[in-house]
């Protein structure tokens, strides 16, 4: 199975911070890397696909990078909204798998 | 477009629980669905899958669960199910059933829409 490591495992920001988290695949994944947001108690929303692919109604504060083995999701000014943790989750090979989570508190 | 899944409760070790997840407001039988789990404080475990009638319904699953889980799917019912058999206290999670999308023609797949969830506990 492919591993995902996801880091920091938790942050907090201020509102108007850059924050970034890293995800790391244990092999090569080319561009399959999915982002996803989750709020406590809910279920998770799918932010950025193919690794750099906006979802549609997505705010354009975030961004994904990278490529075969690292990624990078980006949120360039942090919002109150943007609590939560995230999750990174590979799609080159079944099973699919999920990073560990980075969960972001604001300040 | 909405995903609703029910089913959920209280099982002992070793029980049986059927799980079942109502699309719609799209085409659920063009498809390809997942069920995705999260026990009580942890991260996200993918479960498995069934595609579409135009691959065939095949389904495939996670080791964690392969040979005590089973996913079907009723088309004419916009509806999928996960029947859970053996179940184990290290099944306790909410269940999710989510839809998979691909990124035009590419093989980019994600999942764009989920349903809220139904716990399942198992404990004596």
């Known amino acids: 199975d492919i591993q995902m490591t996801q880091s920091p495992s938790s942050l907090s920001a201020s509102v108007g911070d850059r924050v970034t988290i890293t995800c790391r695949a244990s092999q090569t994944i080319s561009s399959y890397l999915n982002w996803y947001q989750q709020k406590p108690g809910k279920a998770p929303k799918v932010l950025i696909y193919?690794?750099?692919s906006l979802q549609s109604g997505v705010p354009s504060r975030f961004s994904g990078s990278g490529s075969g083995e690292d990624f990078t999701l980006t949120i360039t000014s942090l919002q109150p909204e943007d609590f939560g943790t995230y999750y990174c989750?590979?799609?080159?090979?079944?099973?699919?798998?999920f990073g560990g989570g980075t969960k972001v508190e604001i300040k | 477009a909405q995903l609703v899944e029910s089913g959920g409760g209280l099982v002992q070790p070793g029980g049986s629980l059927r799980l079942s997840c109502e699309a719609s407001g799209f085409t659920f039988s063009d498809h390809y669905m997942d069920w995705v789990r999260q026990a009580p404080g942890k991260g996200l475990e993918w479960i498995g899958r069934?595609?579409?009638?135009?691959?065939?319904?095949?389904?495939m699953y996670a080791a964690s669960v392969k040979g005590r889980f089973t996913i079907s799917r009723d088309d004419s019912k916009d509806s999928m199910y996960l029947q859970m058999n053996s179940l184990r206290p290290e099944d306790t999670a909410v269940y999710y059933c989510?839809?998979?999308?691909?990124?035009?023609?590419?093989?980019?797949?994600?999942?764009?829409?989920w349903g809220r969830g139904t716990l399942v506990t198992v404990s004596s």
């Open positions: 989510a839809r998979l999308e691909r990124d035009g023609s590419s093989y980019y797949w994600y999942f764009d829409l």
């Open positions: 989750q590979q799609s080159y090979r079944t099973p699919l798998t």
């Open positions: 069934t595609r579409n009638r135009a691959n065939s319904y095949t389904t």
């Open positions: 193919a690794a750099s």
